[in-house]
């Protein structure tokens, strides 16, 4: 009958909000980092191995550490064949850094362009690639090209052919530490917005609905897809011959959805709590230090945030660090370990 009233009922998830109002006993350890000449040694040494010319040793000198090889090799079978799947030809690698699935760097040494070896590399249980571990394999190692690096030296010349805006040796010294101290800052302050956000979603528990989950897991799902220049249906083939699952590598990848949806609603709940406000000073100026940060033209910054979109994921983020100042001066922060500042990055 087409004259009664038709009865529906729709049931939607929406997003939880949280107040949080208190951020008593919570406590943020400050990574201790020195910037000193390791840090800029090694900054130094890697402008040297970009900077390098690449000459050819002559075919009767043996290959040395450090030296640029290019090699074909393949694994031997019992039946003294190579094994399907194992040869490789043209691989170049850096003599001494175990840049080689089969790590027969040492092997190498001594060798001259044109030489043929078979190797005997027995690999112990400790041994980090899980199918070479507690196995003896063969190789057969062909080298038909020995390099040389000549590197410049530390010198005014190179500073200036680095970039223009160096003088002198020193000059360049100076602004590698002060962008590797720059660099220290964010990390730190990085670690420091996570453990504040994560010790508030263990304060102030919620849940997270499914739906929003498992959406937030297909766009992030689609988006690995475009990275790996693929569709989304065929990447999730190519994980079945691998034992892996969509999940694991969503997970692997992108972190626990349902925690990083928590953190991000907690951050939106204190934006929506206090009010920030941002400038068009503010702006400019923040967008000077983006450029300087990036050793980019202040004009293509300046025209990269004239698009409105990244203009306000901009503003957006301004606002949020905002927040930050504000809460760092609401908690406590005490200092924590001293650490290098490479081991700064591998920590998260």
């Known amino acids: 009958d087409t004259t009664k009233d038709f009865t529906f009922t ?29 840090e800029l040694d090694k900054e130094l040494t890697d402008i040297q191995e970009r900077n390098a010319m690449v000459l050819d040793r002559k075919d009767d000198e043996a290959a040395e550490n450090g030296n640029i090889v290019t090699v074909d090799f393949y694994e031997i079978g019992e039946d003294g064949k190579p094994v399907d799947g194992t ?14 699935f089969y790590k027969f760097d040492s092997d190498v040494v001594g ?24 196995t ?15 590197l410049p030296a530390l010198d005014d010349d190179l500073a ?28 730190i302050r990085d670690i420091k917005s996570k453990d504040l956000i994560n010790q508030l979603v263990e304060k102030y528990p919620f849940e997270v609905p499914a ?10 799902w689609r988006m690995m897809a475009q990275q790996f220049q693929t569709t989304p249906e065929q990447l999730e083939k190519m994980l079945v011959s691998t034992g892996q699952s969509k999940e694991d590598m969503i997970k692997q990848m992108a972190g626990d959805t349902g925690n990083l949806l928590k953190s991000r609603i907690v951050v939106e709940s204190l934006l929506q709590a206090r009010t920030f406000e941002i400038d068009a000073k503010e702006i ?14 202040l004009e293509e910054a300046k025209k990269y945030y004239a698009d409105p979109n990244q203009k306000q994921y901009l503003i957006e983020d301004m606002k949020e660090q905002k927040l930050y100042d504000e809460l ?18 591998k920590e998260q």
């Open 87 to 100: 040869k490789r030809e043209d691989f170049t690698f850096t003599l001494g850094k175990k840049e080689n």
């Open 328 to 345: 760092f001066k609401e908690v406590k922060i005490t200092k924590g370990d001293k650490i290098k500042f490479a081991d700064l990055f």
């Open 160 to 187: 200036q052919d680095v970039n223009d805006k160096y003088k002198t040796i020193e000059d360049m010294k100076a602004d590698i530490k002060k962008n590797l101290q720059t660099a220290a800052d964010k990390k």
């Open 111 to 134: 060798m001259k362009k044109g030489a043929t070896k078979e190797i005997t590399k027995k690999y112990t249980a400790k041994e980090e690639e899980e199918t070479l571990k507690g």
């Open 211 to 220: 739906s929003l989950i498992t959406a937030e897991n297909e766009s992030r």
């Open 10 to 38: 729709v049931t939607y998830d929406v997003l939880p909000k949280v107040k949080i109002e208190k951020f008593d006993n919570i406590e943020i350890k400050e990574p201790q980092v020195t910037i000193g000449k390791e």
């Open 284 to 297: 400019d100026a923040r967008i000077v230090q983006v450029a300087e940060e990036a050793g980019a033209p």
């Open 136 to 150: 003896t394999k063969k190789i057969s190692v062909t080298v038909k090209a020995v390099k040389t690096k000549d």
